[in-house]
């Protein structure tokens, strides 16, 4: 058998293509968004109107049955700019939660309802952690309680740091169903636009990503149909019933989620880290001390060797991860989080070693480092800290309960 590490000839012009808008379009915005701290809503129905937000796009880089289409584009889109590609990107996690748990006829009504259309684009929420239930998904205190004479699901309770929160047209949210099944008793819902009950507070201030919308979000008597419920009644019935008489029970809605994504997470990461390593690169060639461009110094051209060493590492765990999930092959050493942990890290170590190497001037905003540096320290917290991550990992390969 074959094993070749050359992109083929789809995979380059997505790469190019991405790039190019990535490059044009969003890195001489970027600074602008972020001071801002808004949702970069022009350059979303820019992305829309090439085709480079929508149901479409997804679908064409799910085909590519390497997995490789997905972390490609998002490398090149985080090469941009971190805050208005999460803003672009942030609706695909709404639609891994929905193509995770849902049916195809749901995927088929409720994705394309997540982006909207080329004249008025929109945006998708995935709804999961709770002020008390973070890296504890089984903590998880909104409940949904099932009324069968109008067969509708009530939902209440308080979601945190949902990004596109409230501003959404699609929200999938995460609750319990049976809090006596702990994880095991939750399921993952579809709140249709204009839902009433449904409550977004105002855009959380955050150290990096300034241009993606964060926001809690409160759910007061939020009626859904039944339709509403991913899966569907009769699955979750299954499933409850098998958690019930002790047998083993699929993962819950969240970390079903979380698993597909992880990858493409790690993508992001490596793009704001490689976008970092470049410019400190070519600040290296030009800056000029002691009569020589700085990067003749070991100190500087052994810290851009490390930082490109461990980006191209980072990236191949990706790609493999990537590979796996796409062609249905078990995590069994945590492979997943393995490349969402690697990733992160890389991103925080390698943008903070690019300040570094630009000495003073990193730290000025005149410099985009700064800016690449706050949006890479997230990536070591959101969906699963690096410690989260570790503990997968270390389940995977011992086969104890490690706690």
């Known amino acids: ?139 998880m205190k909104s409940r949904a309680v099932y009324h069968e004479a109008t067969d509708e699901w009530v939902l209440n309770g308080q979601k945190a740091y949902a990004t596109n929160g409230g501003i959404a047209n699609v929200h999938v949210v995460t609750a319990s169903v049976d809090p006596s099944l702990g994880s095991r008793g939750q399921a993952a819902f579809i709140v249709p636009p204009g839902t009433p009950g449904l409550v977004g507070t105002k855009k959380l201030k955050k150290l ?81 001390q002691f009569g020589r461009p700085i990067i003749e110094n070991q100190a500087i051209a052994f810290a851009l060797a490390d930082m490109k060493m461990e980006i191209d590492a980072a990236r191949l765990l990706v790609w493999r991860a990537a590979w796996m999930g ?10 997943g989080s393995m490349s969402k942990l690697k990733a992160g890290e890389v991103a925080v170590a390698v943008t903070e070693k690019a300040i570094q190497v630009l000495g003073g001037a990193g730290y000025l905003r005149e410099h985009p480092v700064e800016r690449m540096f706050r949006d890479a320290k997230i990536y070591t917290i959101f969906e699963g800290t690096s410690e989260i991550q570790r503990l997968v990992i270390s389940r995977a390969i011992s086969g104890m309960p490690i706690r």
């Not at 796409?326 to 492979?335: H, I, L, M, S, Y």
Request: proline residues 5%; hydrophobic residues 40%; glycine residues 10%.
């Open 208 to 288: 990096g990503l300034r241009a993606s919308h964060t926001a809690d979000v409160f759910l007061d008597d939020v009626r859904v149909p039944g339709r509403c419920l991913l899966g569907g009644k009769e699955a979750l019935d299954e499933r409850l019933a098998r958690a019930r008489s002790g047998q083993r029970a699929s993962r819950q809605a969240a970390m079903r989620t979380f698993e597909l994504s992880r990858p493409a997470v790690g993508a992001q990461a490596i793009g704001i880290a490689r976008a970092a390593y470049e410019y400190a690169l070519e600040y290296a060639k030009n800056r000029v």
């Open 326 to 335: 796409r062609n249905d092959r078990p995590f069994t050493a945590g492979e």
């Open 1 to 139: 058998m074959e094993f070749w590490l050359d992109l083929n000839e789809e995979q380059n012009d997505l790469r190019e293509w991405v790039h190019g808008f990535a490059e044009g379009v969003i890195r001489p915005a970027a600074s602008e968004w972020d001071e801002r701290e808004e949702t970069p809503w022009p350059i979303l129905q820019e992305a829309a109107k090439i085709g480079l937000y929508g149901f479409e796009f997804l679908v064409n880089t799910w085909s590519d049955t390497t997995g490789l289409s997905m972390p490609i584009s998002n490398e090149e889109l985080f090469w941009g700019d971190g805050g208005i590609a999460m803003a672009i990107s942030g609706t695909s996690l709404a639609v891994a939660a929905i193509y995770g748990s849902g049916t195809p006829d749901q995927l088929v009504e409720w994705v394309p309802q997540c982006f909207g259309d080329v004249a008025s684009p929109a945006v998708g929420a995935f709804c999961s952690t709770e002020p008390e239930a973070g890296s504890d998904v089984a903590s």
